[in-house]
């Protein structure tokens, strides 16, 4: 008879005869304290999320990266440690934020206290560095539909808490487009030259109406556009002759495309720069006094 999947108490599966003491040594893998995962199935942010709430006796709230993942974020490392936010107790494998929370930043998902989107984005927008911020801004509200403006209140409840100029800045630059953590830090260096905030998620219609070309950001108006290329788009031979076609077809539509790889995110953002400002003069961009100088980015600075 197959167990049941994701986390579990082992003092309740005992209790229930799911388990017997040699079972669950030898077939249930020890996550906390008590709580364990069937052997062979695989710890996801969101599995971790659930056990440690177990492991708070289902007291505590779920918070931060681990709500996150309960609200359908993507890219969030299956090593992070779980996050609680609970008055009390404390684990050295689980972060745990003593704060206390208002009900209207609270939800319930599948039975478990969860911090609300909004309140999940106050709480991870506060954490780390703006680059790694935003990520998980972006992928909040690629999931959830979260806007800055679900957020505004939350951050009037809550003045004068820790990291909160960073968090202003990061929800100004949320965008629940971006469909990757790559595509997040490309816009963050368009951003960072001072160029406008670019529209993201681009249809391209064909001359019957269909969309033919879904564009990551740029400025439709200019017919600008920006990729992020990742590794398929390079390796793979059927990748690669799509994308000659519809680069081919954008091209005959008067669209400029900058293409974006791995390593000039990480090791020259200032050519990723010159490259859009470049389409963007030949577009005859009106805000192009308002970008930075190219020397701002070195790179040590952007990526």
């Known amino acids: 008879m197959p167990y049941p999947p994701g986390p579990f108490l082992g003092t309740e599966a005992l209790a229930q005869g799911r388990y017997t003491r040699r079972t669950l040594a030898r077939r249930a893998q020890p996550i906390y304290r008590n709580v364990y995962l069937p052997e062979g199935e695989d710890l996801t942010p969101a599995s971790r999320a659930v056990a440690a709430w177990l492991w708070s006796g289902r007291q505590a709230t779920v918070a931060g990266s681990s709500a996150a993942a309960l609200h359908g974020t993507r890219w969030i490392g299956s090593d992070e440690p779980a996050e609680l936010t609970r008055t009390n107790a404390s684990s050295n494998d689980i972060v745990v934020h003593r704060e206390r929370l208002t009900d209207d930043e609270v939800c319930t998902l599948s039975g478990m206290s969860v911090t609300t989107p909004a309140r999940t984005a106050f709480d991870v927008g506060r954490r780390g560095p703006l680059r790694t911020a935003l990520m998980r801004l972006d992928a909040l509200a690629h999931a959830t539909g979260l806007t800055s403006a679900d957020v505004t209140p939350v951050i009037a409840a809550h003045r004068g808490a820790r990291g909160i100029v960073g968090l202003r800045e990061a929800i100004d630059s949320m965008d629940g487009g971006a469909e990757s953590p790559q595509e997040t830090r490309t816009r963050l260096v368009l951003l960072r030259a001072g160029m406008r905030r670019p529209v993201t998620q681009i249809e391209v219609v064909d001359d019957y109406g269909h969309v033919f070309?879904?564009?990551?950001?740029?400025?439709?108006?200019?017919?600008?556009?920006?990729?992020?290329?990742?590794?398929?788009?390079?390796?793979?031979?059927?990748?690669?002759?799509?994308?000659?076609?519809?680069?081919?077809?954008?091209?005959?539509?008067?669209?400029?495309?900058?293409?974006?790889?791995?390593?000039?995110?990480?090791?020259?953002?200032?050519?990723?720069?010159?490259?859009?400002l470049d389409a963007l003069r030949t577009a005859h961009c009106p805000w192009l006094a308002e970008c930075s100088p190219v020397s701002r980015f070195s790179r040590y600075g952007v990526a």
């Open 213 to 276: 070309a879904r564009i990551d950001m740029g400025w439709p108006d200019l017919k600008v556009g920006v990729e992020y290329d990742g590794e398929q788009h390079w390796t793979d031979a059927r990748q690669r002759s799509h994308d000659i076609d519809r680069y081919a077809v954008l091209a005959d539509r008067r669209w400029a495309i900058i293409r974006v790889s791995a390593e000039l995110l990480r090791y020259r953002p200032w050519v990723i720069v010159e490259r859009v």
